[in-house]
């Protein structure tokens, strides 16, 4: 069983920071890819960015150039920065890891508002 556990999320102003964490179960956390995801009010999940367990990186057009993901296997845990901050980036963000032969593991989210 695979357990994570997001933390980080918050009340901002517009342009603000923050950097959510998610602390991830398991031995073999460096073998895992993982990605964080959004929810909206009233709107479908999105996925926001992806990073490989070889750390490479990819975002969604709407947050490219704000938000970076990095990972840190020697913690089981894996971040996402985001910058400059905007009312619409407000949702639950949930973190996902991808096991291999065994599926997806989801966290239980972590509330980000930004809102002046």
């Known amino acids: 069983q695979v357990q994570l556990v997001e933390s980080g999320g918050g009340l901002v102003q517009p342009g603000g920071s923050l950097r959510l964490s998610c602390a991830v179960s398991?031995?073999?956390?460096?073998?895992?890819?993982m990605a964080w995801y959004r929810q909206a009010p009233g709107k479908q999940r999105e996925l926001v960015a992806t990073?490989?367990?070889?750390?490479?990186?990819n975002y969604a057009g709407s947050v490219k150039g704000r938000f970076a993901a990095s990972r840190d296997n020697a913690k089981n845990t894996v971040y996402l920065q985001m910058n400059s901050l905007k009312p619409e980036d407000t949702a639950v963000y949930y973190c996902?890891?991808?096991?291999?032969?065994?599926?997806?593991?989801w966290g239980q989210g972590t509330q980000v508002t930004v809102s002046s």
């Open positions: 996902r890891a991808e096991v291999s032969g065994l599926g997806g593991y």
């Open positions: 398991g031995s073999i956390f460096s073998s895992y890819d």
């Open positions: 990073i490989t367990s070889l750390g490479s990186t």
